[in-house]
């Protein structure tokens, strides 16, 4: 209980009230944690070249906090958060971070493109609607998951997403 | 009369406030004084917008006419999944894809109905819808409407348990 302020009068407010509710209910952004199947399941593991040319193997960052985002070269929010993940990647990978890009481009050469312009320190690979499949079905651009040392899904973030709220989610997990 | 004005504002109040924060972008655009960027999903009048329970209860339903479904996002997602019956005719963004949708409805007569989609991402930041759109526009289709796809394909169709099917 807050002592001394003073309490607001919104009169005939009752309307506004119900439509900012119907608003809030239809609008609210999508940062879904028990919506997929995989959510505290092995992770689909995988295997692919990156854009590298190296192999890219999930199974072998296990002990590591790993990051999974599929995007694409003309997906606008992906293209926002990535920067970030450029970021984390820098200051937590000592910590066990590890961020992992799938491309669900149509082609490599625009991958690649967006790959050099943002010079993401991350392994990069295509996808391919086999991996999309086996993901739950990436039927939409961003998508995230975050799976912990042990290879189990702990969240999934679809569409735009509060960057700090998926940072204050996998810092926990991390290496002190 | 006092109680009649004070009415009146408080309707005209919460009238605003729904348009303003509406989560229907086409409207925030057109009343609220938005910027709209060329080639943006806001650039779709929202007469054309086809809500996704109308358009499955369309293909689901044997008598009524069925539209020509045409995606113009992702293949890959397109091969992913995809409305049954619809076809793929490349990337409204990049101009090889709005050639190949030109090619796909060039020999249609104009008062086809025609429904485009996409769903890659979130509504307001699709790239590829508003270019689709106003190409079909300017070739003089005159029953073209748009899937309404908030988020993306997977959450306002797939998961919905609405049909998909898969495949290139």
Redesign the interface.
Known sequence: MIMGLPRPSFRGSTTVKLLLFLWLGVSVPSASFGASSLLHKAAPEFVRTDLNQRRLDLRAYRGKIVLLNFWASWCAPCQLEMPRFVTWQNTYASRGLQIIGISMDDDSDSALSLFKKLKLNYPVAMGDERLGRLYGGVMGLPITFLIDSRGNVQAQYQGETDLNLIEEQFKPLLRP | MKTSL?WLS??I??AL??VL???YPQMRAQFGGVAVPPGSTLTIPQAQLLMPEALRHSILTASTEKPLILQVG????Y???HIPGSEYVG?G?QPAGLQQLQDRVNSLPRKKPIVLYC????WN?C??LGPAFAKLHDMGFTNVKVLYL??????D???KGYPVE?GR
């Not at chain 2, 769903?119 to 979130?122: I, L, Q």
């Open positions: 004070t408080g309707t109040a919460a406030v729904f924060l509406s989560p992702s293949h890959m997602m091969a992913e999944g990337q963004s769903g890659c991402c979130p930041r790239p590829n908030a988020d993306n394909f997977g959450t169709w797939a998961n898969q």
